[in-house]
């Protein structure tokens, strides 16, 4: 993504068919006619084992080196996320924690 309006959509399902998937895939659409730089994301096509610091310090999952290329420089995300139990899916819990531990 190369201009300074760039936007990552996607959604905390992992379900097919998701509904929030097809709201973050509507919002890219939008964006790119918008004229913003826009991708959407599916976060199955990134799997990640639950977030384990022996993981962590041992081995860098490869698809979360593919997820730290695309979240390096968007100036807006919209997330789109299914409710369990009153919070956000544990897919999404789970990608943010990888994210946002350092390289």
Do not use: H
């Amino acid at each position: 993504m190369s201009s300074d309006r760039t936007l990552i959509t996607f959604s905390g399902s992992l379900r097919s068919n998701s509904y929030n998937q097809k709201v973050a895939k509507q919002a890219q659409q939008i964006a790119l006619e918008l004229g913003y730089d826009a991708i959407n994301i599916n976060l199955a096509d990134y799997p990640l084992p639950l977030f384990n610091e022996d993981i962590e310090n041992t081995e860098t999952p490869a698809s979360l080196n593919d997820l730290r290329r695309i979240f390096s420089s968007p100036t807006s995300i919209l997330i789109a996320s299914p409710e369990y139990n009153g919070s956000f899916s544990a897919a999404l819990k789970n990608t943010l924690d990888w994210l946002s531990r350092p390289d």
